[in-house]
């Protein structure tokens, strides 16, 4: 079993829908990061979060240590949020910071 | 400012024979990090410089991989000899320090036959 569990793996939606994504670690952590990566792109940090909620345009981020979850939400979905969406967490109390990642959602938003 | 560049974006090569792929990270970034994306599996971590020095290198497959960071600049990653199991996505990311966001190089795609 990964330390970092990810879904859906595949998700597709129409424009407009809202969309959550889940991630579960089985770990202690410092910080989860939701990253985004577009076809042939580059991996870019969407959210590093350790508590509460983050919000960023039509993004939504949110964490619960105590259950060791956190949820991913686009509001208004559009074709150009298609991307694969990666879950990573850290811990900087060790001597690394290390990511450890989740195998990633990828999401299709259909016009 | 420059982000996180890599060298090269592709490359092909034959079993036995040897490759080195480079990173450059954000200017003045010590913390640089090396991650492999083999195909169909998690983006997994392989080691992690401070400035010149290997703080972990856990992740390392074996020692068929050989990492620098020579001046805690720019830093290479050589396996010698390639296998075909070594395929995959290396991504290079840097940090300004421990606890602080990781931004990603566009990889390195090797495919190994």
């Known amino acids: 079993k990964n330390e970092v569990e990810q879904s859906p793996q595949n998700l597709t939606a129409q424009e407009g829908e809202f969309i959550t994504i889940n991630c579960s670690y089985s770990v202690g952590i410092s910080a989860l990061h939701w990253l985004q990566q577009h076809p042939g792109g580059g991996i870019v940090s969407l959210f590093m979060?350790?508590?509460g909620k983050k919000k960023h345009g039509r993004l939504i981020a949110t964490i619960n240590i105590q259950e060791k979850h956190s949820s991913l939400h686009i509001t208004a979905s559009h074709p150009r949020d298609s991307a694969v969406y990666i879950c990573a967490v850290s811990n900087y109390g060790g001597a690394t910071n290390k990511l450890i990642f989740g195998t990633g959602t990828l999401l299709a938003v259909q016009p | 400012e420059a982000g996180v560049t890599q060298f090269p974006s592709h490359s092909v090569i034959e079993k036995g024979q040897t490759v080195t792929l480079r990173c450059d990270p954000i200017s003045g970034h010590d913390n640089l990090y090396w991650y492999r994306r083999v195909m169909g599996k998690e983006i997994k971590f392989l080691l992690h410089f401070v400035k010149e020095s290997k703080q972990d290198e856990s992740g390392m497959p074996n020692n068929r991989f050989l990492a620098e960071r020579t001046g805690g600049t720019y830093s290479t990653l050589k396996v010698q000899p390639a296998e075909l199991e070594d395929s995959g996505v290396y991504f290079c990311?840097?940090?300004?320090?421990?606890?602080?966001?990781?931004?990603f190089g566009p990889g390195t795609r090797l495919l190994v036959l």
């Open positions: 990311a840097s940090s300004l320090g421990r606890g602080r966001a990781q931004y």
């Open positions: 979060l350790s508590s």
